[in-house]
Nanobody, 121 residues
């Protein structure tokens, strides 16, 4: 069974930093995209940052210059360094891989369970 295990969320004051990690339990290949999304209470899930299949990165405008996405393909992992955090960054953060595993013949989305990030003012 494929699992994406996230860690690193928590409570931090505005201006502080947090690092999120996401590790896949199996190898995911033919990856179209991998990255992070977030969902604040009462709002839709939105893109934070991702890698495309070519290796380029996309960031939400609201996090550009403050957040940095990185990855370790050998470890099936993706990371998110969040600096200069703001109260409006408060949300549940989800990692996502869109790709293929040995357990399913097609390409599909895999999601982590979510990790809470709370930024106090």
């Amino acid at each position: 069974q494929v699992q994406l295990v996230e860690s690193g969320g928590g409570l931090v004051q505005a201006g502080g930093s947090l690092s999120l990690s996401c590790v896949a339990s199996v190898t995911i290949f033919n990856i179209n995209r991998m990255g992070w999304y977030r969902q604040a209470p009462g709002k839709q899930r939105e893109l934070v940052a991702l890698f495309t299949s070519s290796g380029s990165t996309n960031y939400a405008d609201s996090v550009k210059g403050r957040f940095t996405i990185s990855r370790d393909n050998a470890k099936n992992s993706v990371y998110l360094q969040m600096d200069s955090l703001k109260p409006e960054d408060t949300a549940v953060y989800y990692c996502n891989f869109n790709g293929q595993t040995m357990y399913y013949s097609g390409i599909r989305d895999y999601w982590g369970q979510g990790t809470q990030v709370t930024v106090s003012s």
